[in-house]
């Protein structure tokens, strides 16, 4: 598969640290995602993997080092979060959408209060959104009325409603069926393709190998391992890394 | 047995009941609206950030569902004015009713913002919305949604004790049943009047909630 070619830094950790109480959750992260990058990170849960992602749009603060997202300094308290938060995609695990909104409203929301568009351009916005993710007939459809990979596929549908210039996935297929796995991961592909940045924490490897560009192994607060797919998963430096992969790839 | 019973008599006080029936109803009413006011202030206080607001709002929230109504009602109405403070029965009543009835929607309001899901108010972050963006669009809409059938409930204790106010000697429907009973003596007529008053009033909120429920329907998710 074509892959875009890699630019300037659109995210960079620089010695980053973060603590829950006496929790050393992010310990000392380094890490550059170029724009038009697909990074995957995956490693055992409780490794700080949510952690990582959250803190880009500051969802959880960092305590410690540099964090610069699309030229704004996320660890300068004075950053203005609603600027830096209206380009950040955020996708989680359990979709989180609104449940007394139609797909409609859930996606043309943000782009109406945050991004000040008129509802006529934000419901074409809106619409386009949807199209894209495959759910053009589901736009009046309550959250309660679609399915689990459905319902996820609104919430991407919601970050692209945006226009952001990076995405953020956080075990966007780990409270799926099996069944409906592909379909969000397929809509995800197709992102990829056309050139978004995006940080995915997944334990769906055939994803990584397919569309990412490097592949991350966080372990106790660490990213111990960063390369790119292929190398990745031949050739695993660490032995806690091969243990990881040996346990996840056989199931 | 209900040969006695005096029907007749009803129709002569009708007007009278027909007059205290609104009182009833403007007291309860307004009563309600300021227990709103007053419960989405006090619950936002409890709930917020700044500890000594917090701790006051509790306070409040406290010593209003320890105390009986009427106590709450003859500080209102005999404290008060002993104090320098001089109102009217009428806003002496709703005064007494709003605060009682505010510090139980203050704790329902309250149990209605607990039950959104942290996840959808996570999103909302994340999506650069402002907290007052975020109360406007995912927590009040659901919230309301969430708190209605037990606030149809606290808005029927309301209006029910809103017969307390007979004891300030308001005309209302408690009012009119003693009225009644002491210039004729016929307090099985009396209070029945005052009764199915109530119980008008009652199956008018129990109306009005259903309506509004029935619109609210995929808020349950
Ligand atoms: N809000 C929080 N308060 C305290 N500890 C937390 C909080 N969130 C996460 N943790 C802890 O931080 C560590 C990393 O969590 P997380 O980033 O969610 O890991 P992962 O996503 O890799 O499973 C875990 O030990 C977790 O228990
Ligand atoms: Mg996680």
């Known amino acids: 598969m074509e892959r875009y070619s890699v630019q300037r830094a659109m995210i960079e950790f620089k010695n980053v640290h973060k603590w829950f109480g006496d929790l050393h959750v992010l310990k000392d992260i380094n890490l550059e995602v170029a724009q038009a990058e697909v990074m995957v990170v ?124 990076i995405m953020l996935f956080d075990e966007p297929t780990s409270a799926l069926d099996p069944e409906m796995i592909n379909e969000v991961l397929e809509v995800m592909r197709n992102l990829a393709r056309e050139g978004m940045t995006m940080i995915v924490v997944t334990h769906e490897m055939g994803f990584a190998r397919e569309v990412s560009h490097r592949v991350a192994f966080m372990d106790f607060g660490e990213l111990t391992e960063i390369a790119p797919p292929g190398e990745f998963f031949s050739h695993p430096k660490s032995e806690r890394t091969k243990l990881f992969l040996s346990k996840i790839l056989t199931h | 047995m209900l040969e006695t019973f005096n029907f007749r008599v009803i129709f002569e006080y009708l007007p009278l009941f027909g ?42 929230i406290e010593s209003i569902r320890s105390t009986p109504l009427l106590v709450q009602l003859f500080f209102f109405y005999f404290g008060l004015p002993s104090l320098g403070i001089r109102l009217s029965e009428a806003a002496t009543g709703i005064l007494a009713l709003a605060l009682n009835s505010g ?90 009047t005052s009764a199915v008053f109530y119980l008008l009033i009652y199956y008018m909120l129990k109306w009005m909630t259903a309506w509004s429920q029935k619109r609210l329907i995929y808020m349950q998710a």
């Open chain 1, 42 to 165: 995956c490693g055992p849960s409780g490794s700080g993997k949510s952690t990582l992602i959250r803190s880009i749009n500051r969802l959880e603060p960092i305590q410690k080092g540099e964090l610069v997202v699309d030229a704004m300094k996320v660890h300068d308290p004075k950053t203005n979060m609603t600027k830096l938060r209206a380009e950040i995609g955020f996708v989680f695990q359990q979709f989180n959408l609104y449940p007394h909104m139609t797909a409609l409203q859930n996606v043309t929301l943000a782009p109406m209060k945050v991004r000040k568009i008129a509802r006529k351009e934000a419901d074409d916005m809106g619409r386009y959104s949807l199209e894209k993710v495959g759910l053009g007939d589901k736009l009046h459809q309550y959250p309660a009325q679609l399915s689990g990979g459905q319902q996820q596929r609104v919430a991407i549908a919601r970050g692209l409603c945006m226009r952001p210039k």
């Open chain 2, 19 to 60: 007059s205290c029936f609104l009182a009833t109803l403007w007291l309860s009413a307004a009563g309600l609206v300021g227990a709103l006011v007053i419960g989405t202030l006090a619950c936002s206080m409890r709930i917020g950030r700044h500890k000594l607001i917090a701790i006051v709002a509790a306070a409040y």
């Open chain 2, 103 to 192: 510090a139980y929607l203050a704790e329902i309001i309250r149990a209605g913002i607990q039950s959104i899901s942290h996840g959808q108010v996570e999103a909302a972050v994340a999506s650069g919305l402002s907290y007052i963006q975020r109360m406007r669009h995912i927590i009040l809409p659901q919230a309301i949604g969430v708190t209605l059938p037990p606030m149809l409930g606290q808005a029927i204790v309301l209006v029910k004790d809103s017969a307390l106010l007979s004891l300030i000697s308001l005309p209302e429907l408690t009012r009119a049943g003693q009225i009644m009973t002491s210039e004729r003596f016929m307090p099985a007529e009396g209070f029945l």
